[in-house]
């Protein structure tokens, strides 16, 4: 395995097996797992809430990478850490305080993470670039699974990453598959959450291997 950080979206398993989900992934070689939450207003899809990641909590020690796609983030940061989070994600356009939140995550021990959607630029999220651990391009407008990747949206990768620390992570969300991702990570992402490619292949190691 390469260091290219796989993490799967849950958005895609199926929810009546999630443990078990969880655990094929793992299995298959993924050390993260993407937690996708969903509030219908920042997005408008619902998936799921905090007791949800507290129940995977108590079935794994997987990396849990927690994605908010929901309005004034602030709010929900505490009990998303309690509930077991490693690292929590929140979208820059979700908050009129990004340092607020990046301080409140912090304050939990969490690591911290700022996405960005497509028509974002790369350049409003430079003045956070040192406070935080890793930036998430969306390669497709959050809401969604299975939706077709944004080529444009990719772009912003290398710009983010010749503006950024060296160990700042850049993940890629959206539209990923071996093809995708091999294009991400030729432009310097080091991180890539794919749904629909791994969960919907009957060979989950396969998949995960075929996108590094």
Known sequence: MSNIIISPSILSADF???????????????KWVHIDVM???????ISIGVPVVKSIRKKTDMFLDTHLMIENPEKYIEAFSKAGSDLITFHLEAT???KEAINLIKSFGKKVGISIKPKTEAKDIF??????????????????GGQEFMHD???????IKENAPENLIIQVDGGINNLT?????????NSLVAGSYIYKNKNYKEAITNLV
Not at 16 to 30: C, D, F, P, Q, R
Not at 128 to 143: Q, R, S
């Open 39 to 45: 509030d219908g207003h920042f997005v408008p899809n």
């Open 96 to 98: 009129e305080n990004p």
């Open 127 to 144: 003045p956070y670039l040192n406070d935080i651990d890793l930036v998430l391009v969306m390669t497709v407008e959050p809401g969604f």
């Open 153 to 159: 949206c990719a772009m912003k990768i290398p710009v």
């Open 16 to 30: 009546m097996n999630l443990e078990t989900e969880i655990k094929a992934v793992e299995e298959a070689g993924a």
């Open 181 to 189: 991702a091999k294009i991400c990570t030729s432009l310097g992402a």
